[in-house]
């Protein structure tokens, strides 16, 4: 049974800097594609980056300059690296992953978060 936990979250002031984690568990291997949404209070939830197979990265014109996403395949882990942030940036964040579909790092960033075959609970980020 596949789980994605992400952490990290918190409370920062305009201009900080955070970076969340989403570790994978419960897997045998790790083929194609993460990503990472949010979803503000009131809005629908949004892709802000999405990553391929080979580590391409894709990143929302919201995020992109401030927003890294870094992947270790050996860990299962994705990180997302947030400076200078922005009181617009609070939401909660949650990370996806799918392991069956092969997408491009643009696809993996416009999918559907119901279309991800593995989904986190996501955490908190507040920027006052």
């Known amino acids: 049974h596949v789980q994605l936990v992400e952490s990290g979250g918190g409370a920062v002031k305009a201009g900080g800097s955070l970076t969340l984690s989403c570790e994978a568990s419960g897997y045998t291997s790790v083929s194609c594609c993460m990503g990472w949404f949010r979803q503000a209070p009131g809005k629908e939830r949004e892709g802000i980056a999405g990553?391929?197979?080979?580590?391409?990265?894709s990143y929302a014109d919201s995020v992109k300059g401030r927003f890294t996403v870094s992947r270790d395949h050996a860990k299962a882990t994705l990180d997302l690296e947030m400076n200078t942030l922005k009181p617009e940036d609070t939401a909660m964040y949650y990370c996806?992953?799918?392991?069956?579909?092969?997408?491009?790092?643009?696809?993996?960033?416009?999918?559907?978060?119901?279309?991800?075959?593995?989904r986190g609970q996501g955490t908190q980020v507040t920027v006052s």
């Open positions: 996806a992953a799918d392991w069956s579909r092969h997408m491009s790092a643009p696809q993996a960033l416009t999918s559907k978060w119901d279309d991800f075959e593995y």
């Open positions: 990553v391929d197979s080979d580590g391409s990265i």
